[in-house]
């Protein structure tokens, strides 16, 4: 148990629709990762967030949000979806200034 | 930019075989390097790191050296298990301010008895 956790452990929905995925890190962290694997893309780093601030940006599309909470936990939202959403999305956290990130076990979507 | 390529699989060896996934990457500067296992249905596990040339990660033995005359980190086992079968992923991150893992593909291991 790597100490980060994820609601919900599944998600099905229809296009177009909205959702909202949740992430509480380790006690202690102050980064929070959002990642998203596909079989096409594989692990792709989505956005940063540090102590409630944005810290990068990676492949994030425009239809995708995220924000960090004074208690450090983290939503990503995602809208108008479309069927090549489908995919697992993990959490992380770190402690910053440490290279090494604790994943969650991570939110399966699926569009329908 | 940041980049990581490892062996493609999948890998099939049997019980008590020896094990080798390679790693290379391309990078700026001074990475950290990692490797994560996933068993199936489960998020990412860390399996080792190593943050400077020469440095080498081992856990649960698994060993991989950060080789910066090479630019790899090749993960090594002298005697696999059935309950190694997973798939593994090097990873790497170029440190700064921004601390994001740049993953390779993944190699699926499979260990039968």
């Known amino acids: 148990d790597s100490g980060v956790t994820q609601t919900p452990k599944h998600l099905i929905t229809a296009t177009g629709q909205r959702v909202t995925l949740r992430c509480s890190p380790r006690s202690g962290d102050l980064s929070v990762y959002w990642y998203q694997q596909s079989l096409d893309q594989g692990l792709q780093f989505l956005i940063q967030?540090?102590?409630?601030?944005?810290?990068a940006k990676g492949n994030i599309l425009e239809r995708f949000s995220a924000q960090q909470f004074p208690d450090l936990h983290s939503e990503l939202n995602l809208s108008s979806l479309e069927l090549g959403d489908s995919a697992l999305y993990f959490c992380a956290s770190s402690e910053q200034g440490r290279g090494e990130q604790y994943f969650g076990p991570g939110t399966r979507l699926t569009v329908t | 930019g940041d980049s990581v390529t490892q062996m493609e699989g999948p890998v099939t060896l049997s019980e008590e075989a020896f094990l080798t996934i390679n790693c290379t990457y391309t990078?700026?500067?001074?990475?950290?390097l990692f490797w994560y296992v996933q068993y199936p249905g489960e998020g990412l596990q860390l399996l080792l790191k190593?943050?400077?040339?020469?440095d080498k990660g081992s856990n649960k033995g698994f060993e991989a050296t950060y080789r910066k005359e090479t630019t790899s980190f090749h993960l090594e086992k002298g005697s696999v298990q059935v309950s190694d079968s997973a798939v593994y992923f090097c990873?790497?991150?170029?440190?700064?301010?921004?601390?994001?893992?740049?993953f390779g593909k993944g190699t699926l291991l499979t260990v039968n008895p």
């Open positions: 190593a943050t400077k040339a020469d």
């Open positions: 990078a700026t500067g001074y990475p950290s």
């Open positions: 990873a790497l991150n170029s440190g700064g301010s921004n601390y994001k893992l740049t």
């Open positions: 967030y540090y102590n409630g601030e944005e810290r």
